[in-house]
């Protein structure tokens, strides 16, 4: 019954920003905790970033922190991540998620926490 449809990727260019977008429908958005998590060719999907119902809680990979920014919009049904700085090694597909419940910070950047998916988008950074 919950979809999530990510748009924004394709090719970028190092250095500039990326901003993705995933729109939910057919559940109740504000009660969910919203993820990106993002695969590298023949590895394992790794936490991007989440979002607690309000916006107000949000958690972000060490690795990416400075460069990376969540927000979310419950009177549209949406969730968006900037990524800034964009770098080769951004290359990736990114996959936006829905959680019903978690529970402290290691299960918001846990993959498993995470009931729905999105198809992901495809996001390139040429060298």
């Known amino acids: 019954q919950v979809q999530l449809v990510e748009s924004g990727g394709g090719w970028m260019t190092a250095g500039a920003s990326l901003r993705v977008s995933c729109a939910v429908s057919?559940?109740?958005?504000?009660?969910?905790?919203m993820g990106w998590f993002r695969q590298f060719p023949g590895k394992e999907r790794e936490f991007v970033a989440a979002v607690g119902w309000s916006g107000d809680t949000q958690y972000y990979a060490d690795s990416l922190k400075g460069r990376v920014t969540i927000s979310r919009d419950n009177a549209k049904n949406t969730v968006n991540l900037q990524l800034n700085n964009l770098k080769p090694e951004d290359t990736a597909i990114y996959y936006c998620?829905?959680?019903?419940?978690?529970?402290?910070?290691?299960?918001?950047?846990?993959?498993?926490?995470?009931?729905?998916w999105g198809q992901g988008t495809r996001v390139i950074v040429p060298a």
């Open positions: 057919g559940g109740t958005f504000s009660n969910y905790v």
């Open positions: 998620a829905a959680a019903d419940s978690v529970g402290g910070q290691s299960d918001f950047t846990r993959s498993g926490s995470y009931a729905y």
